[in-house]
């Protein structure tokens, strides 16, 4: 079975953004501090027995060598972003850059967006002895930063069962799954407001997009 290939994983996006956007998704998992590989993608399990999967087991070529699991979902997004058309940096951050930083943060890239995600959980449990539904946990903290500071800040928790596909490879499953996921949390109404509403008025934005989406 072919590994699935990187432009069926990027995300898309149908609008412009307020100006090029710098993105980070720091790896902040449990799991990880709890001496687990930072580039643990889940547990495949032979009659009961987990083995860890990482990375890896995606044949991706194109992640470098010892990225983990914050890098690779970073570098699909920016992907996405520029296929889409966007100005999007990836940037390396070892945790959220503070409100009172962010401007001296953008400024140098002319940027006016920060993108950060937290992963605290992203997690698959799969049952390679049946071809059913595998687990898929994630919990992730979203937040966008302007020049004048948070614009939006939110959370995406959620447990998954998620149909496997006879016809396709596990891994690949567990791709479109992380794929959807991504896409879905910067399709949120909230986000996309965020990410190009005009300075200063971000929050009354979302508040807006918020109330649309709750009719």
Not at 8 to 31: N, T
Not at 60 to 85: H, N, W, Y
Not at 104 to 115: C, E, G, I, K, M
Not at 184 to 213: F, Q, R, T
């Amino acid at each position: 079975m072919s590994p699935l290939p990187p432009e069926d994983q990027r995300p898309s996006f149908d609008y412009a953004p307020a100006g090029p956007v710098m993105v980070s998704v720091i790896e902040d998992r449990v799991r990880t501090k709890d001496g687990k590989p930072d580039d643990l993608i889940g547990y495949a399990r032979s009659y009961g027995i987990p083995n860890h999967w990482k990375l890896n087991v995606f044949r991706q070529k194109d992640i470098p060598e010892g990225a983990d699991l914050g890098d690779f979902l970073e570098q699909r997004i920016v992907e996405g972003m520029t296929d889409s058309g966007w100005s999007a940096i990836a940037v390396e951050t070892d945790e959220p850059v503070a409100d009172a930083d962010v401007d001296q943060f953008l400024s140098p890239q002319q940027a006016s967006r920060l993108l950060t995600i937290v992963i605290k959980d992203w997690h698959t449990d799969v049952n390679l002895n049946w071809v059913g539904k595998f687990r898929f946990d994630h919990d992730a903290e979203l937040a966008v930063q302007g020049p004048d500071g948070t614009i939006l800040s939110k959370s995406f928790k959620e447990t998954e069962s998620v149909p496997g596909d006879a016809n396709d490879s596990w891994p690949n499953a567990i791709l479109r799954a992380f794929s959807a996921q991504v896409q879905e949390m910067l399709d949120d109404p909230e986000v996309v407001s965020a990410l190009h509403a005009e300075d200063g008025k971000g929050e009354e934005a979302a508040e807006a997009a918020g109330a649309v989406a709750s009719r």
